[in-house]
């Protein structure tokens, strides 16, 4: 059974930072890229960052210098820190797991609220 378990959410004012974490079981961990994603109320879900098996990682535009992807393909975990965080980053934020070539594999995190504060 495959299970992506997001933590890391939470409350943080304007400038603060946190750090999320993914945990993933069931799957080929380093088979698949990794990504986050983020839903704000009434908004669609939108691509925050996705790291590859090798490392390789790519950024929404607007969060490049601000947000860094990481993963521990050890732990079976990947990261995702936010710094300077701004109201606009308040959302649901979802891990996402992605076979490259069986694209029918993919899967979801439940999310986590991150909410920042004015």
């Known amino acids: 059974q495959v299970q992506l378990v997001e933590s890391g959410g939470g409350l943080v004012q304007a400038g603060g930072s946190l750090r999320l974490s993914c945990a993933a079981s069931g799957i080929m961990f380093t088979s698949f890229v990794i990504g986050w994603y983020r839903q704000a109320p009434g908004k669609q879900r939108e691509l925050v960052a996705t790291?590859?098996?090798?490392?390789?990682?790519n950024y929404a535009d607007p969060l490049k210098g601000r947000f860094t992807i990481s993963r521990d393909n050890v732990a079976n975990t990947v990261y995702l820190q936010m710094n300077s965080l701004k109201p606009e980053d308040t959302a649901v934020y979802y891990c996402?797991?992605?076979?490259?070539?069986?694209?029918?594999?993919?899967?979801w995190g439940q999310g986590t609220q991150v909410t920042v504060s004015s």
């Open positions: 996402n797991a992605r076979h490259p070539i069986a694209t029918w594999s993919n899967y």
């Open positions: 790291v590859s098996s090798g490392g390789m990682t």
